[in-house]
């Protein structure tokens, strides 16, 4: 009897213990907002590049000066998100942001770039090809971000419902 009840509670305490080692909602909670505060990061220094852009406030150099901070802010987002460990011995979330990463690398590296290009043309030289490559230009970029976010925000809404927290926006 003194055997079955010493196994018990050893059984019990090693439950305890295995428990204990797992991560808990508020951790999840934490690693994710780990990430999306570096998804942020990139989001709003596309802003302000599309934003010059509309408001045809800035021209070459200065247009190129914050295209190269979007590029910058990508390197350091990706260095950020790979050194992240592990969460709960899985990568799925931290693979998801990386790819979405990745496309803001594929994008700025090419079709922003094109894109920068265009629009240091001189007003008097541009041409109805070259209006029609910056459509083409920005609905590329528009497909290939999108399809990025979309992947992304599914990776996390299947984190936080494995985890049991709800995202909301802050």
């Not at 408001?55 to 247009?63: D, F, H, M, R, S």
């Not at 079709?111 to 090809?129: C, G, H």
């Not at 971000?145 to 709800?166: P, V």
Request: charged letters at 35%.
């Amino acid at each position: 009897m003194k055997k079955l009840a010493a196994t018990f509670i050893f059984l019990f305490i090693a439950m305890v213990l295995l428990n204990s080692c797992a991560p808990t909602k508020q951790d999840a909670m934490n690693y994710n907002d780990k990430i999306i505060k570096e998804q942020k990061k990139i989001v709003q220094c596309e802003k302000e590049f599309i934003n010059a852009v509309k408001e045809n406030l800035v021209k070459g150099a200065t247009l190129e000066n914050i295209l190269k901070e979007l590029s910058t802010q990508v390197d350091e987002s990706k260095k950020i998100i790979d050194g992240l460990e592990k969460f709960d011995k899985k990568t799925d979330f931290k693979d998801a942001a990386l790819k979405f990463i990745a496309a803001y690398r594929d994008a700025v590296d090419n079709e922003y770039k094109a894109w920068l290009k265009n629009l240091k043309i001189p007003d008097e030289l541009v041409t109805d090809e070259v209006i029609y490559q910056e459509d083409e230009l920005v609905h590329a970029i528009n497909r290939k971000l999108d399809k990025a976010n979309n992947e992304f925000l599914d990776a996390q809404k299947e984190f936080a419902a494995k985890y049991k927290f709800k995202l909301t926006e802050k």
